[in-house]
C-alpha cells in the first residue's frame, strides 16, 4: 500500500477548489451517456448525487434498501443546515464556517475539504430553495436563520423541526424526475452485499433482492457508496433499525481503507431507555438547552421524587462546573458529564439512568406559553414515549449514540483507496474530524452529492472513454456471488439457540461499556477479547429460521451484525492505539487535572487509515495533518 | 400487560392469508407498539417459528416505513400518531388486538404485515417535483416567498407517506397523499412554471393505481401527520383548471 495522497490541491486554500476543477479532466456531454455509474444508497448523499449524475447525462444506477428512496434515515435529521449566507448579518462568512467546523472537529479533520465545504453550503441553500423545499421564511418572505449548537453566529436555515425530511424529500423528488427520465435505473429493496474489483478497479457490485433472494451482479463504471454511518453497532443508538456498515465494511474488506473508526459522536438530548426491550433511542433537538437547566439530586442514591428536593439539594452539574457556558457546553462535554453524575449513583428515573433537564425555571421566567411556542412539539414527543407531562415534572434525558464521524477514507476527490470506487456523506470520514458541529451533516451529504462527486468523477471517467463495462458475466462477478450466496446459506445452516438480536444486544452493551463515552487502554483491551469470544458463538449458536429465497429480516440482520462484530473490534483498535482525548474520543489516561480533555498533537495530528486482514491484526497508515489556517488551541468551556 | 394477538400471517404474495392468535404475556406499558412486536417475534424465533414480517425504520415518526391496522384503525388508537410512536400504555391487560395490513389492492401484501407501496413513487415520478437541475439555482432570497405560504406548503410537505390515508379510506383512494404533494409544490412560487402540468400528470397517474374520492374524510383522520382535506379541494381546483390551462396556449392566458 502506498503512502495515503489525500490529493490536495496547492494555492491558497480558498483557491484550491476552483483551481481543482479547472485541472480536473472533463467529459463532453455527449459522451457522458456512455458511463454507467452505480450509486449505493439513496439518502442525501446518495439521492443528491443520482440526480445529479443523470442531468448531467451520465447513466445512473441507484439502489436502496428501503422500499421507496424517500426513507432512508436522512430523513430523521430534525435541527438544520448550516450555511455560510450572512443573511444576518451577523460576521458570518465562508472563512468563519470553515473555522468553526474545524476546531469543532478539534483539529482532526482535513482543512482543503472543510474549506470546500464551507464554500459549497451557500450553493445548497440556493438549490434546494429552487426545488421547493420549506425552509422557514420570515414575514417578509425571506429565509429564516436560527443559532444552533452554540455557534455564535445564526446561520442555520431549517423547515420546523423536519429539515432532514424537506431537504431528503427535494433530493429524492429531483431523483425521482429522471427516473421517469429513464436516466435512473432505481432497484429499492436491493442491498449491496459486496463490491466487485478487476484488475484492482471498482466495477460492479453484488446485490441480494430482499423480496426474492435473488443474488445479482450490476456492472458500472464507477461505484459510489452513500450508504451512512455505523452507529448502530452499538445496538441502542438514536439511527433507524436498518442503519449498517455492510456496505463499507465490504468495501473495506475488498482493499478500501477505513479511517478514524472510534470517532463515534454521543448526543447528550435522548430519552433514557425505559427496559430491556428498548430498540432504539430517541433523539430531542439540543435546543432545549437553550432553556432547561440539567441536574441531579445532591446527593447520591437519592430516590425521593423531583419535586420534593429543594433547591440546596439540587446539583446543577453544568452550571456548576461550566459557569462560562453552562448548560449549553459542547455536546462531548455534555455527554460525558451525565455519564459521571450517573456512574456516581445520581441517575434518576425508574432505572436510574437519566438525569433531569428542568424547564421550570424558563416556565417562570418565560410564561409557559412562550416555552410551549418554542418546544411544544418536542414535549408532545418526550409525552408520547414516557407517558410523563414535561410542563409538571423535568425530563429525563441520557446521551445515545447518534452520529459515526469515522469511515471510509477518501482523498480530496472523495476516491476511496481503490480506484473507481467513491463514498460520499456519512459514509466516508472527511469533513467532521473528531467532533462534528450541529447542523452540519446535512450540509456535508448535500455537498458531496450535489456539488462534489459529479465533478470529480469525471476526472476518473475520461480516460475511459469507449471502454465497455465488465460484464456480469465475468469470472470476478460469478466468484463474488458465489460467496455472498455461500453466507447467506452459512446463516441458514446454523442450529443455534440465540437470535440474530440478542447478539447485537450484547455485542451493543460491551462496545458502549468500553468504547463509549470514555474508554481506558483496559478497557478496549477487554472489550476486544470479549468481542471476539462472543464472535466465535455467533459463528455457532445463532439460528435464523425460513428461507433465503423470501423475504427474510432475520437473515438481512445476520449478515449486518456480522459485519458490526468485525467493525467493532477496529474501532476498540483504533481507541486504543489513539492515545490522547480529542473530540467525541475521550480517553481516561489523557485528561487534566479537572477532568478535561488533553489532546496531543505532537504526536497524533493525523488521520488513522486501516487496512483489513481475515487473520492478522491490520495495518494503520497516517495522513498526516497540517493547520496552515487555523491554529490549533485547547477548547475551553470554563 | 398480558395480551391476545390476532395478526395476519401470510407466506407470500400470492399465498392464501390467514390470522393467527398469539399470547402475549409480560408486555410493558412503556413499551411502543413495534417494542411488543419484537419481543413476540424473538420468542418465537427461540421457539422454532417464523417471526412476523413488519416494516419499520426509523421509529420516531418520520421515515413512514411502519404502519399497520391496530384494531381496524390505521395506526391504531392515537390521534396523529404513527405506528411506531404508539406505545403500550394506550392498551389495558387483558385486550385482544387485531393487527392486519393495510387493507388495499393497489398496495399488494409482500409478506405478513408487509406491503408494496411502490405506487406512491410512481405518482411523485409522475410530477411531484421541481424541474430545478443542480447548479442551475437563483441565489436563495431572490425568491421571497411569504410565511403564510411558506408555512402552509411545509403543512401538506410533512406527508410521510405512511400510506396511512389509502389503508383508512373505503374506496382505498390516495387523494390525501397525492394533494399533500400537489399543494406543497403548487402554493410555492418556485412551482408556478410546472404547476399545471404537475397537478394533472400526478393526479392521472394516481387514478390508474387508486380508487376515487366520496369525501369520507377516513384519510385525514388517519394521517399521522394531520395533513389537511383542504389539500385535497386544491388539488381538484387546479386539477380542473390544468384542462383548460394545458390546452395549447392555454399557458399564455
Known amino acids: ?638 | 400487560m398480558h395480551l391476545t394477538l390476532q395478526v395476519w400471517r401470510q407466506q407470500g404474495p400470492d399465498a392464501e392469508g390467514r390470522f393467527e392468535t398469539y399470547d402475549a404475556p409480560g408486555i410493558g406499558e412503556d413499551m411502543s407498539f413495534l417494542e411488543m412486536l419484537d419481543i413476540v417475534n424473538e420468542r418465537m424465533e427461540i421457539e422454532g417459528r417464523e417471526p412476523i414480517a413488519f416494516d419499520h425504520d426509523c421509529r420516531e415518526g418520520i421515515c413512514g416505513s411502519c404502519g399497520l391496522m391496530i384494531n381496524g384503525r390505521a395506526h391504531g388508537p392515537q390521534a396523529s400518531t404513527a405506528t411506531c410512536q404508539l406505545h403500550m400504555r394506550e392498551f389495558s391487560d387483558g385486550d385482544v388486538i387485531v393487527i392486519e395490513p393495510w387493507r388495499a389492492t393497489s398496495f399488494p401484501i409482500i409478506r405478513d404485515l408487509v406491503v408494496d407501496r411502490s405506487a406512491f413513487d410512481r405518482i411523485i415520478e409522475a410530477g411531484g417535483y421541481i424541474g430545478a437541475p443542480t447548479g442551475a439555482a437563483p441565489e436563495a432570497n431572490l425568491i421571497p416567498v411569504p410565511k403564510a405560504t411558506a408555512d402552509a406548503a411545509m403543512d401538506a410537505a410533512a406527508c410521510i407517506g405512511c400510506g396511512a390515508c389509502v389503508g383508512a379510506c373505503p374506496n382505498s383512494a390516495a387523494q390525501l397523499f397525492t394533494a399533500a404533494k400537489v399543494a406543497h409544490l403548487n402554493l410555492l412560487p418556485q412551482g408556478q412554471p410546472e404547476r399545471w402540468r404537475r397537478v394533472e400528470r400526478m393526479v392521472e397517474t394516481m387514478e390508474q393505481y387508486f380508487g376515487s374520492c366520496t369525501n369520507h374524510g377516513e384519510c385525514t383522520a388517519a394521517c399521522p401527520k394531520d395533513i389537511s382535506l383542504d389539500n385535497i379541494a386544491l388539488m381538484n381546483r387546479d386539477y380542473l383548471l390544468s384542462k383548460f390551462r394545458n390546452r395549447k396556449l392555454g399557458a399564455q392566458r
Open chain 1, 1 to 638: 500500500m502506498p503512502k495515503l495522497d489525500a490529493k490536495v490541491p496547492s494555492g491558497p486554500i480558498r483557491e484550491h477548489w476552483d483551481n481543482h476543477r479547472f485541472s480536473m479532466k472533463l467529459v463532453n456531454p455527449s459522451n457522458k451517456r456512455r458511463f454507467t455509474v452505480i450509486v449505493v444508497g439513496t439518502g442525501l448523499a446518495g439521492a443528491s448525487a443520482a440526480a445529479t449524475l443523470a442531468e448531467l447525462g451520465y447513466r445512473v444506477k441507484a439502489f436502496t434498501y428501503h422500499d421507496s428512496a424517500r426513507r432512508a434515515h436522512s430523513i430523521a435529521a430534525q435541527g438544520g443546515i448550516n450555511a455560510s449566507k450572512n443573511y444576518q448579518n451577523d460576521g458570518d462568512s465562508i472563512y468563519r464556517l470553515f473555522y468553526d467546523t474545524v476546531k469543532g472537529g478539534d483539529y482532526r479533520s482535513r482543512e482543503s475539504n472543510v474549506y470546500r465545504l464551507a464554500q459549497l453550503s451557500v450553493e445548497i441553500i440556493d438549490q434546494c430553495t429552487a426545488q421547493g423545499v420549506p425552509f422557514a421564511r420570515e414575514y417578509g418572505g425571506l429565509l429564516a436563520n436560527r443559532s444552533f449548537g452554540g455557534a455564535q453566529v445564526s446561520r442555520t436555515f431549517y423547515a420546523r423541526g423536519q429539515t432532514g425530511q424537506q431537504l431528503l424529500l427535494g433530493a429524492y423528488q429531483a431523483m425521482m424526475r429522471q427516473v421517469n427520465l429513464g436516466t435512473v435505473d432505481l432497484h429499492t429493496q436491493t442491498e449491496m452485499l459486496d463490491v466487485v474489483l478487476k484488475d484492482g478497479r471498482a466495477v460492479g457490485i453484488v446485490t441480494r433482492d430482499l423480496l426474492n433472494g435473488e443474488i445479482q451482479s450490476h456492472s458500472g463504471h464507477a461505484v459510489v457508496l452513500a450508504t451512512g454511518g455505523y452507529s448502530n453497532v452499538y445496538y441502542l443508538s438514536t439511527n433507524a433499525m436498518k442503519c449498517n456498515v455492510t456496505a463499507i465494511w465490504r468495501a473495506h474488506r475488498r482493499g478500501a481503507l477505513f479511517a478514524n473508526p472510534c470517532y463515534t459522536q454521543i448526543h447528550p438530548t435522548c430519552i433514557p431507555a425505559s427496559d430491556e426491550s428498548q430498540s432504539k433511542l430517541t433523539l430531542m433537538s439540543e435546543s432545549l438547552r437553550n432553556d432547561g437547566r440539567i441536574w441531579v439530586p445532591g446527593r447520591a442514591d437519592d430516590t425521593r421524587s423531583p419535586g420534593d428536593l429543594v433547591e440546596s439539594e439540587r446539583d446543577y452539574y453544568l452550571e456548576r462546573r461550566y459557569p462560562a457556558f453552562g448548560n449549553l457546553v459542547p455536546r462531548d462535554v455534555a455527554s460525558r458529564a451525565a455519564k459521571l453524575e450517573i456512574d456516581g449513583g445520581k441517575g434518576v428515573g425508574p432505572l436510574r439512568n437519566g438525569v433531569y433537564l428542568d424547564f421550570s425555571e424558563a416556565m417562570d421566567r418565560l410564561g409557559e406559553e412562550l416555552v410551549r411556542q418554542r418546544y411544544g412539539n418536542l414535549f408532545d414527543m418526550y409525552q408520547r414515549i414516557t407517558g410523563e407531562n414535561p410542563y409538571e415534572v423535568p425530563m429525563r434525558i441520557y446521551p445515545a449514540v447518534h452520529y459515526t464521524m469515522g469511515g471510509l477514507w477518501v482523498d480530496y476527490n472523495l476516491m476511496t483507496t481503490i480506484p473507481g470506487l467513491y463514498a460520499l456523506g456519512e459514509a466516508n470520514f472527511s469533513d467532521h474530524g473528531s467532533n462534528r458541529l450541529g447542523a452540519s451533516a446535512l450540509m456535508q451529504g448535500l455537498a458531496d452529492g450535489y456539488f462534489v462527486v459529479p465533478y470529480t468523477i469525471a476526472d476518473y471517467l475520461a480516460p475511459m472513454l469507449g471502454d465497455p463495462v465488465v460484464p456480469s458475466t465475468d469470472p470476478v462477478f460469478r466468484d463474488v456471488e458465489a460467496s455472498v450466496q455461500a453466507e447467506m446459506d452459512r446463516y441458514l445452516s446454523l442450529t443455534g439457540t440465540r437470535t440474530v438480536d440478542w447478539f447485537h444486544r450484547e455485542l451493543g452493551k460491551i462496545l458502549w461499556e468500553h468504547c463509549g463515552m470514555e474508554r481506558s487502554a483496559g478497557g478496549l483491551e477487554r472489550a476486544i477479547e470479549d468481542i471476539s469470544s462472543l464472535k466465535e458463538e455467533f459463528d455457532t449458536d445463532l439460528r435464523v429460521l425460513g428461507h433465503s429465497n423470501t423475504l427474510n429480516q432475520s437473515l438481512e440482520k445476520a449478515g449486518r451484525v456480522n459485519d458490526f462484530f468485525e467493525l467493532a473490534v477496529l474501532m476498540c483498535r483504533d481507541a486504543l492505539d489513539r492515545e490522547e482525548s480529542c473530540g467525541a474520543h475521550f480517553r481516561a489516561e489523557h485528561q487534566t487535572e479537572d477532568g478535561e480533555a488533553r489532546r496531543d498533537d505532537e504526536n497524533f495530528s493525523y488521520v488513522a487509515a486501516w487496512d483489513w486482514s481475515a487473520d492478522a491484526d491490520p495495518t494503520m497508515y497516517r495522513e498526516d495533518l497540517r493547520f496552515d489556517y487555523v491554529a490549533p488551541s485547547q477548547r475551553s468551556y470554563k
